[in-house]
């Protein structure tokens, strides 16, 4: 196999906020480490899977800066060596040590999960970070030697206003970050916070489109880059890197191949989607046992395949080539949108490739479902 682009799933967490359906579990420092031996163990049995040389490695979750710092620190210096090796932080966990910790380690980018700068946006979040934390833990990273650190954002949050956006904007922009992801909430049916703010969401899903757009406006007035529907950096690149995009989830929106280690950890490889199965301790005891955890797969035909290429492909600001795709595009549509200044059609002696203009990006799913055919 040469799969270059590798997910560790940590899944321990201080807490568990009401909107989250990742797959986590709440304490247990005392499986930490025995965690960390079996995830270690998968990773070899999947050895065979990965190219000589990686590209990239994402460790998220969970919170995996809330592992304890030994069983954190052995976990990164096992893992292979990549042009671009992510880490997801919540801000309470972030101190000097830490820091020096994942310098030395080998991680280059940090994902810092903000998500709001409002103390009461934050406690109806459930996030155990104060604004303050958020600036500190910035700040300690920054004065740690990274130079190249994300934060996130959540809008649509229940009880925000458009003011309160705002103000989330202008905080985040003062500390002029590498990247922003800026995310719609997102509460899943079941979840706690759809018991408990079920009309308010509903409220904030009419002003979503406004919030959308609010975020766009002013994250590009300020020079960022509006690269995928969420996602935006500031021009210039980090050491050894070409830009301030993030490598690792570019390699998603590109189709290409990843594998993916841990509880709940999903990979695709080789036109197969296998999913480990979100229960700790069977991942735990079949990893023990010396056997793969147990998972789901699905293989992905054809048609399928060549539609994540299109949904996946359009999130992005840079042409998607239609070679291969006649099956899957709709030509009448295709023209249809670019008619109406939603999509340009660009053909060149490679082939005709195709662009959403940036009315089309702000309509993004709509304009996608009209062009599959």
Not at 45 to 55: F, G, I, N, P, W
């Amino acid at each position: 196999m040469n799969v270059r682009h590798l997910y560790v799933h940590v899944p321990f967490c201080a807490h568990r906020c009401g909107y989250c359906d990742f797959v986590t579990v709440v304490g247990r420092r005392g499986e930490h480490d025995r965690y960390v031996k079996v995830l270690l163990r998968e990773l070899e049995l999947e050895r065979d899977v990965l190219a000589s040389q990686v590209e990239t490695v994402f460790l998220g979750g969970g919170t995996p800066t809330f592992l304890k710092e030994d069983a954190l620190e052995r976990l990164l210096r096992a893992l292979p060596l990549a042009d671009e090796v992510t880490v997801e932080a919540n801000p309470e966990t972030v101190t000097p040590e830490l820091a020096s910790l994942l310098r030395r380690s080998g991680v280059t980018r940090v994902s810092l999960g903000a998500q709001s700068f409002d103390p009461r946006l934050l406690a109806t979040l459930e996030r155990g970070a104060r604004p303050e934390d958020v600036r500190g833990a910035y700040h300690v990273l920054r004065d740690g030697g990274f130079d190249n650190i994300s934060l996130d954002l959540i809008y649509g949050i229940p009880g925000q206003t458009t003011a309160d956006l705002e103000r989330d904007l202008d905080e985040a922009l003062a500390l002029e970050p590498d990247h922003l992801s800026c995310y719609e909430l997102e509460a899943k049916p079941g979840t706690r916070f759809t018991h408990s703010f079920g009309d308010e969401l509903a409220r904030q899903a009419d002003a979503m489109e406004d919030y959308f757009e609010r975020v766009v406006e002013r994250l590009t007035s300020a020079g960022y880059r509006w690269y995928e529907t969420a996602n935006f950096c500031r021009p210039g690149a980090p050491a050894g890197a070409a830009d301030y995009r993030a490598q690792h989830n570019l390699a998603y929106w590109h189709g290409r191949d990843y594998l993916g280690v841990g509880v709940g950890a999903v990979s695709t490889i080789a036109g197969e989607r296998r999913r480990n199965g979100p229960s700790l301790p069977r991942y735990v005891a079949a990893l023990e046992a010396g056997v793969p955890p147990p998972r789901e797969t699905e293989q992905l035909d054809a048609d399928t395949t060549l539609t994540e290429r299109v949904l996946l492909g359009l999130r992005l600001d840079e042409p998607l080539s239609l070679a291969g795709l006649e099956s899957t595009v709709d030509d009448e549509a295709l023209r249809r949108l670019e008619r109406l200044g939603l999509a340009r059609i660009d053909s060149k002696e490679a082939g005709r490739s195709l662009l959403l203009t940036s009315r089309g990006r702000f309509l993004g799913g709509g304009v996608t479902a009209e062009l599959l055919a």
